[in-house]
């Protein structure tokens, strides 16, 4: 049989399968597709910032401690903290307080003291006293490596606690107050001054007189390796008579003799003397 197709007459081109015209669409589209969704992160990204931690470290500023008045309102850019007021007055010397100031915290046991009220400043108005004839008997302390006078009747040795040694006078009728001799370790801080110590220790003993009691100064005067203080006692419409003797007796605290005898035993009041003037260092 003869072809359909004569010679020298063309044939027409063989058709072409749709299936990769197909693909290539599919392909053109993904592009133009991912193009836009490229376009768009970026517009996104140049709104953003860079980094989250950018946001986190801007200035932030701290609100006022004072509230704010009546008018118009500070910004918050130019507003800045308040400055503390207990730096500011950290840096300027403490003036010394006087009875009765109220005392911030951090005061030291000296300004505890002049502030008061129970304890006068001791000027140099308050003079020495002349010290009596310590005697010969004596009893030892050696927890203050001290030993203080053994007083004559009717004083007599006592049980210490809570001190180390300790020397009584026999009560009154009607009456809570009697005599009292004892010595211990320093029971406050000790200063650098002997004198200033011994002004602590006196304070300290106002512990053990009656409640509302105040001093006055009788004597001030320095003895071997110490201070001693006089002073008398009010309380209420009864006074005492008080001393206290500071003194170094080798040990990792100074000792300390408290004496005190109230008005009711005024015939002991020359046995404070005594104690000042006895008082020893043992070895």
Partial sequence: ???????????????????????????????VVAAVVA????????VLPAE?????????????????????????EGSAPPATPVAASSAAPRATPSPGT??????????????????????RAVKR??????GKRFVKDVRTGLAVPRLPRP???????????????????????????VTCPLPIMEQKSPRDTALLAARWTLNHHPEGAKITWLASQPVERGWMLVYRVTYGERTSRAAVVIMDG??????????????????????????????????
């Fill in 1 to 31: 049989m003869r072809t359909a197709a004569r010679r020298g007459i063309p044939t027409s081109p063989p058709r072409r399968s749709r299936i990769g015209d197909l693909r290539m669409r599919v392909v053109y589209r993904g592009l």
């Fill in 39 to 46: 376009a768009v992160a970026a517009a996104v990204v140049a």
């Fill in 52 to 76: 989250p931690d950018e946001v986190a470290a801007g200035p932030v500023t701290a609100p006022s401690a004072a509230p704010p008045s009546s008018g118009s309102m500070p910004s918050a």
């Fill in 102 to 123: 109220s005392l911030a915290p951090g005061y030291t046991a000296m300004e505890a003291l002049y502030a008061d009220p129970r304890v006068p400043r001791l000027t």
């Fill in 129 to 134: 006293m002349p010290l009596a004839s310590p």
């Fill in 155 to 181: 004083w007599k040795v006592y049980g210490a606690a809570p001190f180390t040694t300790k020397q009584v006078l026999p009560r009154h009728r009607g009456t809570e107050e009697r005599g009292i001799l």
């Fill in 250 to 283: 080798g040990m990792s605290k100074p000792g300390l003799a408290f004496v005190t005898v109230p008005d009711s035993q005024r015939k002991q009041w020359r046995d404070i003397g005594r104690v000042a003037a006895g008082m020893r260092v043992l070895g």
